[in-house]
């Protein structure tokens, strides 16, 4: 009877109902009982049911100044929380995740642990239960979930599914679609983003098969965080293998199920990144030290903002960022007709270190070397793109921006470059051999801005390239809201 009434519930209320279910460890059944209970309590003057030590309820009157909108302020409360089912693999990271717990209800998430039966060997359900105030889940046919498909509830009533530590048995099932327990059956019947920390030895990790697997779950949508290069639990075992940290996966998390604000959405940025090859013959060429690392670190953070970004690459070794439609180019002169072909943008930011000279008549052949020593190789200036663009009369981007590379003399020569070619900002910085930012991946750089009088020089400390990156996005959204 009880089964039946539950079912021919709309799903609003079922979901209300799993989800109060869930939070107070009960079965739905018990959670109907406990309900229908408190509203008989209620129409005879009694407070709601509370358990006590012998598991009998309590029945008090209720106080007159009692508000009648109490529960639809929790219900609020409960909505307004993300929630979380951490599913914790079988590795011994498993101790972290139990911090992990912690760390995730720190940034307002609602947990739910399920426990696999390699897990269990390295912590418990009690523990689990206890860190997330509320109960562990570690078999897929529960006894107390007597009518309710409970890997569909813990699947679907969350908001993400987090996976720490992935072990690489864990991600092989996943990428087979196995479903063969509670934590792989709850993976292939959910629809939420899914976030994995993946934790294995190194040479799990590198294992061709482990390569397969990663990559197909990454075409499948799945997100990852990690793993982190460090020493392994194995004595003597070292490399990239360990579990990100819980502080670093709660903020993966985070960002997943509280999306950072997107200040660039609706504009079109246009970014250059890498070096120019500038070919001689067939098989020589002119180039920089430039790793293009700062530009396709901007690309990701300008799209993470929201915007809709063109990167036009010169030849690098780097993926391309997710989400930014990538242009791959060779010489000064592509990358030109790339530029052009991308506008209109309302920013443009020229990171690419382009080659200021070619040579002037390229080798049809691979040039010989001869007795009379080496040929003379006659150069010729390549076009300025960032005086070119700066410079349109119609179809500029709002805000142009260029880099400048120095290695002396960095404020002057940015602020004369700044005037010399027209643009909003200059980004610069020291790239001497000392400094080890060409190819590294720290920068310290000084922004200079436009001003009606003299350039101002904002100086930024040394940080990773990724955390330029953002601070220059911000630096972008704000002035364009600005002057919107």
């Not at 939070?23 to 005879?44: C, F, K, W, Y």
């Not at 696999?116 to 523990?127: C, G, R, Y």
């Not at 960022?321 to 010489?331: A, F, I, K, M, Y």
Request: include cysteine.
């Amino acid at each position: 009877m009880a089964n039946l009434t539950i079912r021919k519930l709309d799903e609003l209320l079922k979901a209300e109902l799993r989800q109060r279910a869930a939070a107070n460890g009960r079965s739905m059944e018990d959670e109907v009982r406990v309900i229908l209970r408190d509203a008989v309590h209620q129409r005879h003057g009694f407070a709601p049911s509370l358990p006590q030590a012998g598991g009998a309820a309590a029945a008090e009157p209720v106080p007159d100044d009692a508000s009648p909108d109490k529960h639809e302020a929790f219900s609020a409360s409960k909505a307004a929380t993300a929630r979380v089912t951490l599913i914790v693999g079988g590795g011994i990271a498993a101790y972290k995740a139990m911090d992990l717990i912690r760390r995730l209800k720190e940034r307002g998430a609602d947990v739910r642990v399920v426990l696999t039966k390699a897990a269990q060997q390295f912590v418990s359900p009690l523990t689990a239960s206890a860190l997330a105030h509320q109960r562990c889940y570690t078999d897929l046919f529960d006894p107390q979930s007597e009518f309710d498909a409970g890997h569909i509830r813990l699947a679907r009533d969350c908001d993400l599914i987090v996976v720490a530590p992935a072990t690489a048995d864990l991600m092989a099932k996943m990428a087979g679609g196995h479903a063969d327990d509670l934590a792989t059956a709850i993976l292939l019947a959910t629809n939420r983003p899914v976030l994995l920390a993946p934790a294995m030895n190194p040479l799990m990790w590198n294992n061709p098969a482990t390569r397969r697997n990663v990559d197909q779950l990454r075409r499948d949508g799945v997100a990852m965080v990690g793993p982190n290069a460090g020493e392994m639990a194995e004595r003597g075992e070292a490399g990239t293998g360990r579990m990100a940290e819980p502080i670093e996966i709660a903020a993966a998390a985070q960002a997943l199920f509280a999306p950072p604000p997107r200040p660039l959405r609706g504009r079109r940025v246009l970014i250059t990144a890498g070096p120019t090859h500038e070919p001689i013959d067939p098989v020589r060429y002119i180039a920089n030290r430039s790793s293009g690392k700062q530009g396709y670190a901007i690309a990701a953070a300008a799209a993470r903002a929201g915007a809709e970004v063109v990167l036009i690459s010169g030849p690098v070794d780097l993926a391309a960022p997710d989400g930014v439609t990538l242009t791959r180019v060779e010489s000064a002169r592509d990358m030109l007709t790339a530029v052009h072909a991308a506008l209109p943008a309302d920013v443009a930011i020229f990171a690419a270190a382009v080659a200021d000279w070619r040579v002037a008549s390229e080798g049809d052949q691979k040039i010989k070397k001869g007795a009379g020593g080496p040929p003379p190789l006659q150069l010729t200036e390549n076009p300025d793109i960032l005086a070119t663009i700066s410079k349109l009369a119609e179809g500029r981007p709002k805000l142009v921006i260029g880099f400048a590379a120095e290695t002396e003399n960095l404020l002057d020569n940015a602020r004369a470059k700044l005037a010399r070619k027209g643009c909003d900002w200059i980004v610069a910085n020291d790239v001497s051999p000392a400094t080890g930012v060409m190819g590294g991946d720290r920068n310290t750089v000084h922004l200079l801005m436009k001003s009606a009088d003299a350039a101002t020089i904002d100086s930024w400390p040394v940080m990773t390239k990724d955390d330029v990156a953002r601070a220059l996005v911000q630096r972008i959204a704000q002035t364009l809201e600005v002057h919107a």
